[in-house]
């Protein structure tokens, strides 16, 4: 098959954590208002797991006989699929049975391209997870954004924002995909043309009759707090950026607009994808400074040519926000969902980094077959523990018996898995510690 996978475990179970999540925001003991685009994401998400065991079974499979138990799997999986979106959702068989077929089709295509293409890159169980994320994103706002630009009305502004986030993400999907089938585009002068004129194109896209970026530009204008906020987190970038190129030379809180937190995260997701497509297509002048600032900050687990570690860490901290279904209230708020929506930061941003420093600097006891220490998880535990009671006791979080017995489980099970796991545990960690505090 041409698949060369990153020097790991296969990490099958990786590939039922999105349908997990989504079933808790659906199912679980919250009553979360789920429209009917997510209700429809949901189902879909079902069928490409069902796709992805499909995948793995086929791959163990004789070779001579894999084409025709693909094509028996997928036909499988996709009628399944339509199935559950007519008892469900009462859809037209022949809607529910393209709808089922487009993604799972789509889902094929890119799970099997992209381990092709980057060699080494992904476990068959983290590719399952990133293209289902993918497909997912897409048939999302396939859903959501034809229908919000040709309904009259303009939506809460919420919704607004997030339409923007998706037709930039588009944008840079765009871009990427453009530059991986056509190879002239990746010459220094074309790629520039193409970038500008597509995510220039994405920000003055005419949202409700005013371009994107001024719709942007007046929500943060609209009151000081959000002016004073995105100030704060211009700085945080400006200093990280000092601070990555002094390594460089070295090495020759959710907080009150959840808006703001949500639509910038989508932003820097397109952004990354961009640089690491920048740098793999070694653009001028960019190029070296970007090469030399990734080889700073990659490890063990970048063992292909894609650096992906910026990009999981985004993603891990981000994805709370990006899977709930409404991940900001009427306040512009967490409201009562903050610690569900924290559990990428609580897991990977505090767990994760605990587990780093206390290992470094007091670890003396490995955990059998690994490098991770013990006294690391003890920090990755604690450090999560005093974090939710801060949280706690300055009221930003509600806790009852049921809640807390949850939180702590979380944090034992997410600590566990990252000092035992052999996958990317800053893609891991952030889905298991959602699903189990959308249990509560």
């Not at 499909?54 to 499988?76: I, N, P, Q, V, W």
């Not at 460089?248 to 949500?262: A, H, M």
Request: net charge positive; proline share 4%.
């Amino acid at each position: 098959m041409g698949i060369i996978t990153r020097p790991a475990g296969n990490g099958y179970y990786l590939s039922i954590l999105p349908v997990l999540c989504h079933s808790v925001n659906v199912w679980g003991r919250d009553k979360l208002p789920v429209d009917l685009a997510y209700k429809r994401s949901t189902i879909l998400c079902f069928g490409l797991f069902l796709q992805s065991l499909a995948t793995f079974l086929s791959l163990r499979g004789r070779t001579s006989a894999r084409s025709a138990t693909k094509l028996l799997y997928l036909t499988c999986t996709a009628a399944s699929t339509a199935f559950l979106f007519w008892v469900c959702l009462k859809d037209n068989v022949a809607i529910g049975l393209a709808s089922a077929t487009a993604g799972i089709v789509l889902y094929d295509l890119v799970y099997f391209r992209i381990l092709r293409r980057m060699p080494k890159c992904f476990t068959l169980g983290e590719a399952s997870i990133i293209c289902q994320g993918f497909v997912v994103f897409l048939y999302n706002a396939f859903l959501k954004v034809p229908r919000l630009l040709l309904d009259g009305k303009a939506p809460p502004m919420v919704n607004q924002l997030a339409l923007i986030m998706q037709i930039i993400v588009l944008g840079a999907c765009v871009v990427i995909t453009l530059c991986h089938f056509v190879k002239l585009l990746r010459k220094t002068f074309l790629f520039w043309l193409l970038a500008i004129a597509v995510m220039g194109s994405a920000t003055l896209f005419p949202i409700f009759g005013q371009p994107a970026l001024i719709v942007v530009v007046q929500f943060i204008l609209h009151e000081p707090k959000r002016m004073q906020i995105v100030s704060l987190y211009l700085t945080m970038l400006l200093l990280t950026s000092i601070f990555v190129v002094w390594q460089i030379r070295k090495s020759s809180r959710l907080w009150y607009q959840c808006t703001i937190l949500y639509v910038g995260s989508g932003f820097m997701l397109a952004l990354l994808l961009l640089l690491e497509t920048c740098r793999l297509v070694k653009l001028a002048p960019i190029y070296g400074t970007l090469d030399r600032a990734v080889a700073c900050f990659i490890d063990e687990k970048d063992a292909g040519a894609v650096a992906l570690t910026p990009i999981y860490l985004l993603v891990g901290c981000s994805m709370p926000l990006w899977i709930h279904p409404v991940p900001c209230d009427l306040t512009d708020s967490a409201g009562l969902d903050l610690l569900k929506l924290m559990a990428g930061v609580l897991s990977v941003g505090i767990g994760d980094t605990m587990a780093s420093v206390c290992g470094f600097y007091l670890g003396r006891h490995r955990w059998p077959g690994s490098v991770k220490s013990v006294e690391g998880t003890l920090g990755c535990m604690l450090g999560q523990v005093a974090t939710i009671y801060a949280l706690f006791h300055f009221r930003y979080v509600q806790l009852n018996t049921l809640k807390a017995a949850t939180a702590g489980v979380a944090i034992i099970v997410n600590s566990l898995i990252e000092a035992r796991t052999d996958q990317v545990d800053n893609l891991v960690i952030p889905f298991v510690t959602y699903i189990i505090l959308g249990t509560a």
